[in-house]
């Protein structure tokens, strides 16, 4: 499966940065119409390390409100996540109605780096790929939109990237390099994984994520295409656009017969702040790293 997916498309910078505009657009549109209707949105993001998934979830949801979109980075298991079933602190994060939880790896933990680093036995590994799809199933039996990403880069690619990061001091490069001397292992997994858990009601996307501008454009269309499919099949109707507010027009004080001068009375409100984009980490303790890619 994986040695079948092109890698050479690309994107040049200006052709990016004139195509993103639109993205957000549509994006912003989506997310409008999952608000209103209270429909969850699960946004997973999986791949091999240096494919950029950083870099493309800081795309994603730059433009997105932060009231909405939250972001997670999963990270291994705390202790007091150990003392219960291994799905429930995933569970914790799931988003409510017209909200939008986006997992930096995910469930799928359980499959890729801890089957690999031999973290967990192989009878439990085993059992996580017939209770993830269940586990999906009922996530959207339950109503929410889930769409699985997984960004994919070559071996070589993925050694030049990590060459590239030592250059430039980029600290945390340990996986990296551990995940590049153990490639064929992982390609194996990922494969497998792959297979056993992308259904009908859950399947994987697969993202060529040699050049990152084009991975994040893929990002972008694979997002907004699932979302909208999602809401056109269950009859969410299409939302009229925005009307911007206008602003608050300045009333002046007519001075008196004598000349005086005027005196303004009307003043915009708020205080100018937007809100910030720093999305909750459930207590994860990592931010997506946006140096991956190019």
Not at 50 to 66: F, H
């Amino acid at each position: 499966m994986l040695e079948s997916i092109d890698l050479s498309p690309s994107l040049t910078r200006e052709e990016y940065a004139a195509r993103k505009p639109n993205f957000e657009r549509e994006l912003f549109d989506i997310v409008r119409r999952s608000r209103q209707a209270g429909i969850p949105i699960i946004v997973l993001f999986e791949g091999l390390e240096g494919a950029g998934k950083g870099r493309a979830i800081y795309d994603l949801t730059e433009k997105v409100d932060p009231r909405v979109a939250t972001v997670y980075p999963i990270g291994p298991a705390r202790a007091y996540e150990r003392e219960r079933p291994w799905l429930w602190r995933f569970w914790m994060k799931l988003p409510g109605r017209g909200e939008i939880a986006i997992f930096d790896e995910s469930w799928y933990r359980r499959l890729l780096v801890e089957r690999v680093e031999r973290k967990v036995r192989r009878k439990e590994w085993r059992a996580a790929q017939d209770e993830i799809p269940h586990f999906e199933r009922a996530l959207v039996d339950d109503g929410a939109i889930l769409v699985k990403l997984f960004l994919y880069v070559d071996e070589r690619t993925q050694k030049r990237r990590i060459a590239r990061a030592e250059r430039r001091g980029q600290p945390g490069l340990g996986p990296w390099r551990r995940q590049n001397r153990k490639f064929s292992r992982w390609e194996e997994a990922i494969e497998e994984m792959l297979e056993r858990t992308s259904t009908k009601e859950a399947s994987w996307s697969i993202v060529a994520a040699r050049c990152g501008r084009f991975a994040r454009a893929q990002v972008f269309e694979t997002v907004i295409s699932d979302v909208r499919r999602a809401l056109d099949e269950r009859g969410v109707p299409l939302l009229a656009p925005p009307v911007a507010a206008a602003p608050p027009a300045s009333r002046t004080a007519s001075s008196s017969e004598s000349g005086a001068g005027s005196v303004e009375l009307g003043r915009s409100g708020g205080d100018g702040r937007s809100p910030s984009h720093a999305a909750g980490r459930g207590g994860e303790g990592r931010s997506p790293s946006h140096a991956e890619g190019t």
